[in-house]
């Protein structure tokens, strides 16, 4: 089935509810051990209570045909970016005549997965350096990596720093932050506009 047809999200459901279903009947022993098990569509979230052997034994046994971006070692786990054999590095070319905000998205998207996952520094920097190999396959300059990491990363800083100013609670008053939109009636702050709510 392609990847956009109406029907594979239907069909991925049904596949993946059959499994589910037949998995949690098997009558083996290690399947007690799923102690938290979450699905969206096909992606699986599982929390396993035993040793580093029985979650390779479960890994590799009964589990063994999925395809997992988690390695454990020492009594840790690590991430790293999945990408599937059949992955090429093709995004929208430098040379293309879309804007650039089109242009930057699929890099902007890789830089966003690859600050807030939490990989271990080797893992971080095979993943930069992916995404710069995929920067420049496509043409265009490597700094352009740089530059939005170093926008993202501030970003994230200034979040942890001054967190969200919506909504604010003030002696029984509540105020809402709207960014973007003008009226008459609101006080300007620096570019953005502060509606009392009532």
């Not at 069909?11 to 979450?38: C, G, R, S, V, Y």
């Not at 520094?121 to 710069?132: A, M, S, V």
């Amino acid at each position: 089935m392609a990847m956009g047809s109406p029907l594979s999200l239907l069909l991925a459901e049904l596949f993946m509810d059959n499994f589910e279903k037949n998995l949690f009947f098997l009558p083996h022993p290690k399947l007690k051990q799923i102690i938290f098990w979450k699905r969206f569509v096909d992606d699986i979230f599982c929390i396993i209570d035993g040793t580093e052997r029985d979650i390779q034994e479960l890994l590799t046994g009964i589990l063994k045909f999925l395809r997992f971006s988690i390695s454990i070692s020492k009594n840790k786990a690590s991430l790293k970016v999945f990408r599937k054999p059949t992955y090429t590095d093709q995004v929208i070319p430098n040379s293309s005549s879309h804007r650039a905000s089109q242009k930057y998205a699929a890099f902007h998207a890789m830089i966003h997965r690859l600050v807030n996952l939490p990989l271990s520094t080797q893992g971080y920097e095979e993943e930069l350096n992916t995404i710069k190999s995929i920067v420049g396959n496509n043409g265009y300059n490597i700094c352009l990596v740089e530059n939005i990491l170093k926008k993202k990363n501030a970003k994230l800083a200034s979040a942890m720093i001054f967190p969200s100013l919506t909504p604010i609670e003030s002696e029984g008053k509540k105020w809402e932050i709207v960014v973007g939109s003008s009226s008459e009636e609101a006080p300007v702050y620096q570019g953005i506009f502060i509606k009392q709510q009532f």
